[in-house]
């Protein structure tokens, strides 16, 4: 399972798609302090499934991008999975 996490906007999007690129979950909620990525990533998947992790490196809010690279980069080494980096526009044509 690949976990993409997009923190870099007024929403803040989660997403956990299948090897085959499908998508197995998602969400999407306004961003800022009451949004727990933690909490929601625990929410949609087991984190023990995740295999990979992409995340937005912007354009975008420094703050939210900072929130989101902080949290897989934390995930990735913690858990000694691949990291990619995306364009946050790349993300929202696709």
Same mark, same amino acid.
Request: charged share 15%; net charge negative.
């Given at each position: 399972?690949?976990?993409?996490?997009?923190?870099?906007?007024?929403?803040? *999007?989660?997403?956990?798609?299948?090897?085959?690129?499908?998508?197995?979950?998602?969400?999407?909620?306004? %961003? /800022?302090? /009451?949004?727990?990525?933690?909490?929601?990533?625990?929410?949609?998947?087991? $984190?023990? *499934? $995740?295999?990979? $992790?992409?995340?937005? #490196?912007?354009?975008?809010?420094? #703050? /939210?991008?900072?929130?989101?690279?902080?949290? *897989?980069?934390?995930?990735?080494?913690?858990?000694?999975?691949?990291?990619?980096?995306?364009? %946050?526009? #790349?993300?929202?044509? /696709?």
């Amino acid at each position: 399972m690949v976990l993409v996490i997009d923190t870099s906007s007024v929403y803040s *999007a989660l997403a956990v798609l299948s090897a085959d690129g499908g998508v197995v979950a998602e969400l999407v909620e306004p %961003s /800022g302090r /009451g949004f727990d990525l933690a909490g929601r990533v625990a929410e949609l998947t087991d $984190i023990r *499934a $995740i295999e990979s $992790i992409v995340v937005a #490196t912007g354009p975008g809010s420094f #703050t /939210g991008l900072r929130v989101g690279a902080a949290y *897989a980069l934390g995930l990735s080494v913690a858990r000694r999975l691949r990291l990619m980096g995306i364009s %946050s526009l #790349t993300l929202a044509a /696709g």
